[in-house]
Protein backbone atom coordinates (compact mmCIF):
# COMPACT_ATOMS: atom_id res chain seq x y z
CA UNK A 1 0.00 0.00 0.00
CA UNK A 2 2.88 2.42 0.60
CA UNK A 3 4.31 1.54 -2.13
CA UNK A 4 1.46 2.66 -4.52
CA UNK A 5 0.72 5.78 -2.58
CA UNK A 6 4.09 6.81 -3.39
CA UNK A 7 4.05 5.68 -6.98
CA UNK A 8 0.97 8.18 -7.22
CA UNK A 9 2.75 10.73 -5.09
CA UNK A 10 6.02 11.02 -7.93
CA UNK A 11 3.68 10.48 -10.77
CA UNK A 12 1.36 13.49 -9.50
CA UNK A 13 4.63 15.35 -8.79
CA UNK A 14 5.94 14.35 -12.22
CA UNK A 15 2.78 15.30 -13.88
CA UNK A 16 2.14 18.42 -11.83
CA UNK A 17 5.84 19.68 -12.55
CA UNK A 18 5.10 18.61 -16.21
CA UNK A 19 1.94 21.21 -16.71
CA UNK A 20 3.87 23.65 -14.37
CA UNK A 21 6.67 23.70 -17.55
CA UNK A 22 4.24 23.45 -20.14
CA UNK A 23 2.17 26.07 -19.06
CA UNK A 24 5.22 28.37 -18.25
CA UNK A 25 6.26 28.10 -22.11
CA UNK A 26 2.65 29.68 -23.03
CA UNK A 27 2.97 33.20 -23.10
CA UNK A 28 0.60 35.17 -20.39
CA UNK A 29 -2.30 37.17 -21.96
CA UNK A 30 -2.35 40.58 -19.89
CA UNK A 31 -5.19 42.47 -22.40
CA UNK A 32 -7.11 42.60 -25.32
CA UNK A 33 -7.48 46.14 -26.34
CA UNK A 34 -9.90 47.44 -28.98
CA UNK A 35 -7.84 51.08 -30.46
CA UNK A 36 -8.76 53.52 -32.31
CA UNK A 37 -7.07 55.81 -35.32
CA UNK A 38 -7.33 58.99 -37.28
CA UNK A 39 -7.07 58.83 -41.03
CA UNK A 40 -3.24 59.39 -40.17
CA UNK A 41 -3.22 56.15 -38.28
CA UNK A 42 -2.76 58.73 -35.08
CA UNK A 43 -4.58 56.76 -31.87
CA UNK A 44 -7.87 59.04 -31.09
CA UNK A 45 -10.91 58.83 -28.34
CA UNK A 46 -12.70 61.64 -30.35
CA UNK A 47 -15.54 59.85 -31.70
CA UNK A 48 -15.58 62.44 -35.07
CA UNK A 49 -12.28 61.87 -35.97
CA UNK A 50 -12.08 57.83 -35.94
CA UNK A 51 -11.61 56.09 -39.29
CA UNK A 52 -9.67 52.50 -38.20
CA UNK A 53 -9.81 50.85 -35.10
CA UNK A 54 -7.54 47.36 -34.19
CA UNK A 55 -7.78 44.88 -32.14
CA UNK A 56 -5.01 43.14 -30.33
CA UNK A 57 -4.04 41.13 -27.73
CA UNK A 58 -1.14 41.16 -25.95
CA UNK A 59 1.53 39.28 -23.67
CA UNK A 60 2.12 40.68 -19.83
CA UNK A 61 5.48 42.42 -21.72
CA UNK A 62 3.72 44.54 -23.84
CA UNK A 63 4.79 42.23 -26.95
CA UNK A 64 1.61 42.04 -29.74
CA UNK A 65 0.34 38.07 -29.38
CA UNK A 66 -1.28 35.96 -31.98
CA UNK A 67 -3.44 37.94 -34.99
CA UNK A 68 -4.23 41.01 -35.37
CA UNK A 69 -7.16 42.29 -36.75
CA UNK A 70 -7.70 46.36 -38.40
CA UNK A 71 -11.40 47.63 -39.35
CA UNK A 72 -12.26 50.38 -41.46
CA UNK A 73 -14.67 52.28 -39.52
CA UNK A 74 -17.56 52.25 -38.52
CA UNK A 75 -18.16 49.72 -40.80
CA UNK A 76 -15.97 47.14 -39.39
CA UNK A 77 -15.15 45.69 -42.39
CA UNK A 78 -11.39 44.16 -42.43
CA UNK A 79 -8.44 46.52 -43.11
CA UNK A 80 -5.72 44.73 -42.31
CA UNK A 81 -5.02 41.40 -41.00
CA UNK A 82 -1.89 39.91 -39.96
CA UNK A 83 0.97 39.49 -36.84
CA UNK A 84 2.93 42.32 -35.85
CA UNK A 85 6.59 41.88 -34.08
CA UNK A 86 6.21 44.92 -32.59
CA UNK A 87 4.00 48.26 -32.25
CA UNK A 88 4.55 52.08 -33.07
CA UNK A 89 5.91 52.06 -35.71
CA UNK A 90 4.32 48.49 -37.23
CA UNK A 91 6.46 46.30 -37.79
CA UNK A 92 4.44 43.37 -39.64
CA UNK A 93 5.63 39.97 -40.24
CA UNK A 94 4.66 36.57 -41.41
CA UNK A 95 1.77 36.55 -43.87
CA UNK A 96 -0.82 39.64 -44.47
CA UNK A 97 -3.75 40.52 -46.04
CA UNK A 98 -5.16 44.19 -46.70
CA UNK A 99 -8.40 45.00 -47.97
CA UNK A 100 -9.88 47.66 -49.71
CA UNK A 101 -12.95 49.70 -48.12
CA UNK A 102 -15.02 47.85 -50.69
CA UNK A 103 -14.39 44.69 -49.39
CA UNK A 104 -12.02 43.49 -51.91
CA UNK A 105 -8.40 42.18 -51.02
CA UNK A 106 -5.39 44.92 -51.70
CA UNK A 107 -2.71 42.61 -51.34
CA UNK A 108 -1.52 39.37 -49.39
CA UNK A 109 2.16 38.85 -48.95
CA UNK A 110 4.66 37.42 -46.58
CA UNK A 111 6.27 40.40 -44.58
CA UNK A 112 9.96 40.03 -42.82
CA UNK A 113 11.57 43.17 -40.36
CA UNK A 114 8.26 45.12 -41.94
CA UNK A 115 9.22 44.07 -45.52
CA UNK A 116 7.04 42.76 -48.19
CA UNK A 117 8.78 39.36 -49.80
CA UNK A 118 8.61 38.84 -53.57
CA UNK A 119 5.50 36.65 -53.07
CA UNK A 120 3.42 39.92 -53.01
CA UNK A 121 0.05 39.61 -54.98
CA UNK A 122 -2.02 42.47 -55.28
CA UNK A 123 -5.18 43.67 -56.84
CA UNK A 124 -6.78 46.62 -58.27
CA UNK A 125 -9.68 47.87 -56.44
CA UNK A 126 -12.40 46.72 -59.03
CA UNK A 127 -11.06 43.41 -58.28
CA UNK A 128 -8.60 42.83 -60.97
CA UNK A 129 -5.23 41.46 -60.01
CA UNK A 130 -1.77 43.93 -60.40
CA UNK A 131 0.15 42.77 -63.05
CA UNK A 132 4.06 43.10 -61.90
CA UNK A 133 7.19 42.92 -64.04
CA UNK A 134 10.77 43.40 -63.31
CA UNK A 135 12.57 45.15 -65.63
CA UNK A 136 16.13 46.96 -66.25
CA UNK A 137 16.35 50.85 -65.94
CA UNK A 138 19.53 52.77 -67.15
CA UNK A 139 20.09 54.95 -64.56
CA UNK A 140 23.38 55.94 -65.50
CA UNK A 141 23.88 55.74 -69.53
CA UNK A 142 27.25 54.95 -70.80
CA UNK A 143 29.65 57.36 -69.27
CA UNK A 144 33.37 58.69 -69.88
CA UNK A 145 35.88 60.57 -67.91
CA UNK A 146 39.44 61.49 -67.82
CA UNK A 147 41.68 61.09 -65.28
CA UNK A 148 45.19 62.78 -64.83
CA UNK A 149 47.74 61.16 -63.27
CA UNK A 150 47.58 60.82 -59.32
CA UNK A 151 50.37 63.23 -58.67
CA UNK A 152 49.34 65.85 -62.22
CA UNK A 153 47.54 69.12 -60.45
CA UNK A 154 44.62 68.38 -62.15
CA UNK A 155 42.01 66.15 -61.05
CA UNK A 156 43.02 62.00 -60.93
CA UNK A 157 39.53 61.34 -59.99
CA UNK A 158 35.70 61.45 -60.59
CA UNK A 159 32.21 60.69 -58.81
CA UNK A 160 29.86 59.69 -60.61
CA UNK A 161 25.97 59.96 -59.04
CA UNK A 162 23.21 57.41 -58.93
CA UNK A 163 19.88 57.88 -58.65
CA UNK A 164 17.72 55.13 -57.58
CA UNK A 165 14.37 55.43 -58.36
CA UNK A 166 11.59 53.47 -56.22
CA UNK A 167 10.91 49.62 -56.21
CA UNK A 168 14.85 48.69 -57.04
CA UNK A 169 15.57 45.66 -55.82
CA UNK A 170 19.53 45.75 -56.96
CA UNK A 171 21.62 47.10 -59.84
CA UNK A 172 24.30 45.89 -62.23
CA UNK A 173 26.82 48.18 -63.28
CA UNK A 174 30.25 47.46 -65.64
CA UNK A 175 33.46 49.70 -65.09
CA UNK A 176 36.39 49.98 -67.31
CA UNK A 177 39.67 51.98 -66.52
CA UNK A 178 42.38 52.14 -69.11
CA UNK A 179 45.49 53.73 -69.53
CA UNK A 180 45.32 56.68 -72.96
CA UNK A 181 46.76 54.91 -76.22
CA UNK A 182 44.72 51.95 -75.65
CA UNK A 183 42.00 50.10 -77.01
CA UNK A 184 38.59 52.30 -76.77
CA UNK A 185 35.56 50.89 -74.68
CA UNK A 186 32.64 50.36 -76.63
CA UNK A 187 29.41 48.23 -75.20
CA UNK A 188 25.48 48.14 -75.61
CA UNK A 189 24.13 48.28 -71.84
CA UNK A 190 20.36 48.65 -72.97
CA UNK A 191 20.19 45.88 -75.45
CA UNK A 192 22.16 43.62 -73.57
CA UNK A 193 19.96 43.60 -70.95
CA UNK A 194 17.11 43.95 -72.59
CA UNK A 195 17.46 40.35 -73.41
CA UNK A 196 17.29 38.66 -69.54
CA UNK A 197 14.04 36.76 -69.24
CA UNK A 198 11.54 38.82 -66.80
CA UNK A 199 10.27 35.47 -65.86
CA UNK A 200 13.67 34.58 -63.44
CA UNK A 201 13.58 35.89 -59.99
CA UNK A 202 15.13 38.86 -59.25
CA UNK A 203 18.38 37.12 -57.63
CA UNK A 204 18.73 35.30 -60.80
CA UNK A 205 17.85 38.53 -62.94
CA UNK A 206 21.00 40.44 -61.19
CA UNK A 207 23.11 38.01 -62.07
CA UNK A 208 22.15 36.93 -65.32
CA UNK A 209 22.81 40.95 -65.97
CA UNK A 210 26.16 40.79 -64.45
CA UNK A 211 26.99 37.90 -66.60
CA UNK A 212 25.64 39.10 -69.53
CA UNK A 213 27.29 42.93 -69.43
CA UNK A 214 30.75 41.08 -68.83
CA UNK A 215 30.64 39.64 -72.26
CA UNK A 216 29.16 42.88 -73.49
CA UNK A 217 32.54 44.58 -74.25
CA UNK A 218 33.44 44.66 -77.71
CA UNK A 219 36.68 46.83 -77.10
CA UNK A 220 40.27 44.51 -77.21
CA UNK A 221 41.08 43.82 -73.51
CA UNK A 222 44.32 46.57 -72.80
CA UNK A 223 47.77 45.39 -73.14
CA UNK A 224 48.52 47.41 -70.04
CA UNK A 225 46.33 47.59 -66.61
CA UNK A 226 45.83 50.74 -64.88
CA UNK A 227 46.82 51.68 -61.19
CA UNK A 228 43.36 52.49 -60.25
CA UNK A 229 41.12 52.08 -56.74
CA UNK A 230 37.30 52.92 -56.65
CA UNK A 231 34.70 52.95 -53.94
CA UNK A 232 31.22 52.80 -54.22
CA UNK A 233 29.39 54.78 -51.42
CA UNK A 234 26.20 55.63 -49.71
CA UNK A 235 27.70 59.04 -48.29
CA UNK A 236 27.72 62.26 -50.20
CA UNK A 237 29.75 63.95 -47.44
CA UNK A 238 32.43 61.06 -48.31
CA UNK A 239 32.22 61.08 -51.88
CA UNK A 240 33.05 65.04 -51.49
CA UNK A 241 36.04 64.01 -49.08
CA UNK A 242 37.17 61.61 -52.12
CA UNK A 243 37.27 64.31 -54.67
CA UNK A 244 39.04 67.26 -51.67
CA UNK A 245 42.18 63.95 -51.27
CA UNK A 246 43.80 61.66 -53.18
CA UNK A 247 41.17 59.28 -53.29
CA UNK A 248 40.48 58.90 -49.29
CA UNK A 249 37.16 57.87 -47.36
CA UNK A 250 36.33 58.16 -43.77
CA UNK A 251 33.60 56.49 -43.18
CA UNK A 252 34.09 52.70 -43.83
CA UNK A 253 30.60 51.67 -42.53
CA UNK A 254 29.56 53.98 -45.89
CA UNK A 255 30.99 51.85 -48.56
CA UNK A 256 28.76 49.29 -50.18
CA UNK A 257 31.88 48.18 -52.43
CA UNK A 258 36.06 48.65 -52.68
CA UNK A 259 38.31 47.62 -54.92
CA UNK A 260 42.02 47.96 -56.05
CA UNK A 261 43.96 47.59 -58.91
CA UNK A 262 40.97 46.43 -60.34
CA UNK A 263 40.36 47.91 -64.50
CA UNK A 264 38.05 46.26 -65.77
CA UNK A 265 34.75 45.14 -62.91
CA UNK A 266 31.35 44.07 -63.77
CA UNK A 267 28.82 43.09 -60.46
CA UNK A 268 25.59 43.02 -59.02
CA UNK A 269 24.94 44.47 -55.94
CA UNK A 270 21.95 44.45 -53.38
CA UNK A 271 20.68 48.09 -52.78
CA UNK A 272 20.60 48.87 -49.07
CA UNK A 273 17.35 49.08 -47.40
CA UNK A 274 16.68 53.16 -47.59
CA UNK A 275 18.85 54.06 -50.05
CA UNK A 276 18.15 55.98 -53.08
CA UNK A 277 21.44 57.89 -53.82
CA UNK A 278 24.79 55.87 -54.31
CA UNK A 279 27.92 57.33 -55.63
CA UNK A 280 30.88 55.93 -57.60
CA UNK A 281 34.25 57.29 -56.92
CA UNK A 282 36.99 56.48 -59.05
CA UNK A 283 40.46 57.64 -58.88
CA UNK A 284 43.69 57.13 -61.68
CA UNK A 285 46.64 56.10 -59.24
CA UNK A 286 48.61 56.08 -61.99
CA UNK A 287 51.84 58.26 -61.44
CA UNK A 288 52.25 60.06 -64.98
CA UNK A 289 49.67 58.28 -67.09
CA UNK A 290 46.24 60.28 -67.30
CA UNK A 291 43.28 57.54 -67.91
CA UNK A 292 39.95 57.43 -68.72
CA UNK A 293 36.83 55.73 -67.16
CA UNK A 294 33.83 53.90 -69.22
CA UNK A 295 30.87 53.40 -66.57
CA UNK A 296 27.72 52.01 -67.03
CA UNK A 297 24.74 51.29 -64.31
CA UNK A 298 21.33 50.07 -64.30
CA UNK A 299 18.53 48.93 -61.77
CA UNK A 300 16.49 46.46 -61.26
CA UNK A 301 13.08 48.09 -60.72
CA UNK A 302 9.14 46.58 -60.37
CA UNK A 303 6.96 47.79 -62.61
CA UNK A 304 3.40 47.28 -61.71
CA UNK A 305 0.28 47.94 -63.59
Not at 190 to 207: F, H, K, R
Not at 259 to 267: E, K, Y
Request: aromatic share 12%.
Amino acid sequence: MKIHLLSAFIFLFAFSSLAQTSKAKQPIILTTDTMFFDQDWEETELKEDIKYARIIKRTALGVPYGTVRDFYYPSWKKQWEGKLSREAPDVPTGLCTYWYSNGKVQSIATYKDGVAQEDMRMWHENGTQVVCKYKFVETLPLTRAKLLPYFDSGSSRTVQTISIPENSYGLVYKLDIRDEGQPPVTWATVATLASIPATLGTSQMLLAGASAMRQAQNSKAPVVSTKCHYFITTSKENAEYFLQTKGSILEKESIVWYASNTPQDTRHLAIPKGINTLYFCINNDNYQTSAEATLSVSVLQKQCK
